[in-house]
């Protein structure tokens, strides 16, 4: 275990903590966020791809459903009359690429319940101002249209008059009550917010109408699935410095304990062997008695 001890050293111990908070999130927050919106996104176009195959019905039975019951995106009809000067603008919309306005208005179905239409979209003039925007029809219409959820209110963006128009900068149903100071009735769509009614192409006082969504599923799938490997592949990489750190220290304590090796004149066919000891050199008495022999005198 004490090779373990550099593990305890402040630049390791922050490595690790930072590579756990990181797998951390990888696993709770960011390929959930992404598989989540994947999920949704599916959701979204198979109700698309269902709507576009199913006839539409009364708007009556959407408006008598239960709250939660997912209504979105269903193709309705509706019959009544445009309320007259109920028409509003929505701010920062696009037409062919274009700065564009959504209008909408307001719609008195024949029981007396007040709906919100999407009339569709208008190019803005010089791509700053509104065109003049006629009137619907007036008398009896008959009305086909898809439900779709309101946007919300953007904090900070509030209702305001220019050039002759009441504008907003989305689509809500509890916004546009006070604006146009109507009781409008929300769709239940099955979500938090209550829905609207976006008219479909060739319908009594329809514009051009918003393009539906892609029926794309997006990236989100793939990119919940990378973040899950980057979850897998930091604690992995983590293993791997700790593996090539402990390898590297053995080396170091191996060359440090490893004998001295020269190469030996004597035996050219051997590279390396260990250093002979040097003997010790003769005494004086020692020469002086193999130079007139031991014991004599």
């Known amino acids: 275990m004490r090779r373990l001890t550099f593990l305890l050293r402040p630049s390791w ?18 390929a959930p966020w992404q598989l989540g919106k994947n999920t949704a996104t599916s959701h979204r176009n ?7 195959r199913a006839d539409p019905v009364d708007v009556t039975t959407v408006l008598s ?12 009809t509706a019959s009544g009359s445009y309320v007259p000067d109920s028409t509003v603008l929505v701010r ?64 900070g963006k509030d209702p305001s008059v220019q050039d002759g128009y009441r504008q ?19 769709l239940p769509t099955g979500g938090e917010r209550g829905g609207y009614l976006q008219l479909s192409e060739n319908q009594p006082g329809a514009f051009t109408p918003t393009p539906l969504p892609q029926l794309d599923a997006g990236p989100y799938l793939s990119y919940g ?10 604690p992995l990489g983590l293993g791997y410095f700790i ?3 402990i390898r590297e220290r053995r080396k170091e304590k ?19 062997q260990v250093t002979p000891a040097t003997p010790a050199a003769p005494t004086t008495e020692a020469r002086l008695a193999d130079r007139y022999g031991r014991g004599r005198g």
């Open 225 to 234: 699935l990378q973040w899950l490997a980057f979850g897998i592949m930091a």
């Open 46 to 52: 198979q109700l698309i791809a269902d709507s576009v």
């Open 13 to 30: 111990l922050i490595l690790a903590v930072l590579v756990a908070a990181f797998a951390y999130l990888c696993f709770t927050v960011l």
């Open 168 to 186: 907003v900068y989305s689509i809500d149903t509890t916004q546009e009550t006070a604006v146009l100071q109507q009781p409008l009735t929300p």
């Open 92 to 155: 920062l919309r696009h037409l062919d690429g274009a700065p564009g306005y959504a209008v909408l208005a307001a719609f008195r179905l024949d029981d007396g319940q007040v709906l919100l239409v999407d009339r569709g979209l208008v190019s803005a003039v010089d791509g700053s101002r509104p065109p003049q925007v006629p009137e619907p029809p007036a008398g009896p219409q008959r009305i086909e249209a898809r439900v779709r959820m309101s946007e919300g209110v953007t904090p």
């Open 243 to 245: 593996y090539a750190e």
């Open 65 to 76: 459903g239960t709250a939660s019951e997912r209504t979105e995106w269903r193709r309705v």
């Open 254 to 272: 191996g060359a440090a304990t490893e004998p001295a090796r020269v190469t030996s004149p004597a035996d050219p066919a051997r590279s390396e």
